[in-house]
């Protein structure tokens, strides 16, 4: 409230907030495995419209936590995937066991120089089989 952004990116902005928050720390067992908080949230609208300060509101509430990893804005894939192998999050498993993860959070303010078309079977093989086969950019 107090923006003058619409609600609805006003809600959607809540939900990427919550969910870049849980990372991979909360899931839900579903049966045929984990369900994870994992989130790709896109506000579409022409420009000036408010997308920009929503996003950097979940910006500030992510900063506020410690224990979350929060990308950069600026960099490409590859080199959003090679921060992630820094990211290493360690979290109890169902059975007691410590499994180690790489959660990032990141809200892109300008999503179309962000992430190219070709980006994408990247980041969506990273994110459903765990494993992303990348060039490092250092």
Known sequence: RGTESPELFRRWAA?????????RRVWCDIGKGKLFA???ILLVSPPGVGKSIVLKRVEELWKLSEKIFIGDETTT???LLDFMQDCSSPVSGPFGETLVTHPLSVAP??????MKAYDLSVLTSSMTSGIAQVPSPR
Request: charged residues 10%.
């Open 15 to 23: 939900i990427a907030m919550v969910a870049g928050l849980l990372q």
């Open 109 to 114: 303010r300008e999503y179309g120089t962000y």
């Open 38 to 40: 994992n989130q790709y």
């Open 77 to 79: 894939i590859p080199g």
